[in-house]
């Protein structure tokens, strides 16, 4: 099976402007989970899909949004872009919701300039 | 209280010697402790984890050490290989909270040949 793929892998952007990254989940899960990873706060968790519906946020400002299409594929949207959103954002897929079957794409690196 | 503590941040271990790395959290109501490996440009990928019934598990190599009334964890990596060089993040979560999941810092383990 294909692992979970990222697209863009590396996006530059400047302040204001607003972001889009792409998640492909491995063919048959069902769940897609999105984390932002900087070298000062480590891998923090943003927000859970499942079957189209957000199942869990984590603590981050309403700037940072999602959705998942019907084919489980998910986006993620970061609007008004900070200096210090700059970061890898990584998804991950899981067959349930849960954190004990998931899988990581290779992330998208972010700079925000 | 939704902290997980991990160290050491870095560590360099001998080929062949092992390495220990530790995690303490403070959430009693966290039920799943996983260990994840990344290596540089890729996604973390789960190595082993434990849950609170059982107080070791054996995977290879890598064993986790849990000790629920010391509200600690650990990784011991045996016979540590140059291959094993990455970081590697422990984690906490409980089923059904907010924040999914909660990671540690990192810690950056290098074996030399």
């Known amino acids: 099976k294909a692992g979970v793929t990222q697209t863009p892998r590396y996006l530059i952007k400047t302040r204001g402007q607003q972001v889009t990254l792409s998640c492909s989940p491995i063919s048959g899960h069902r769940s897609v989970s999105w984390y932002q990873q900087t070298p000062g706060q480590g891998l923090q968790f943003l927000f859970e899909?499942?079957?189209?519906?957000?199942?869990n946020k984590g603590n981050f400002p309403g700037r940072f949004s999602g959705r998942q299409f019907s084919n489980s594929r998910s986006e993620m949207n970061v609007s008004t872009l900070e200096l210090g959103d700059s970061a890898l954002y990584l998804c991950?897929?899981?067959?349930?919701?849960?954190?004990?079957?998931?899988?990581f794409g290779p992330g998208t690196r972010l700079t925000v300039l | 209280q939704q902290q997980v503590k991990q160290s050491p941040q870095s560590l360099i271990v001998q080929k062949g010697g092992i390495s220990i790395i530790n995690c303490a959290y403070e959430?009693?109501?966290?039920?799943?402790f996983p260990w994840y490996q990344q290596f540089p440009g890729k996604g973390p990928a789960l190595l082993i984890a434990i849950r609170p019934d059982v107080s070791e598990k054996k995977e290879g190599r890598f064993t986790i050490s849990f000790n629920k009334s010391a509200k600690q964890f650990s990784l011991h990596i045996m016979d540590s290989q140059p291959g094993d060089s990455a970081t590697y993040f422990c984690?906490?979560?409980?089923?059904?909270?907010?924040?999914?999941?909660?990671f540690g810092k990192g810690t950056r383990l290098h074996i030399l040949p």
């Open positions: 959430n009693t109501a966290f039920d799943y």
């Open positions: 984690a906490a979560s409980m089923s059904g909270g907010d924040d999914k999941i909660i």
């Open positions: 899909y499942f079957s189209e519906t957000q199942r």
């Open positions: 991950a897929s899981s067959t349930t919701s849960g954190v004990d079957t998931q899988y």
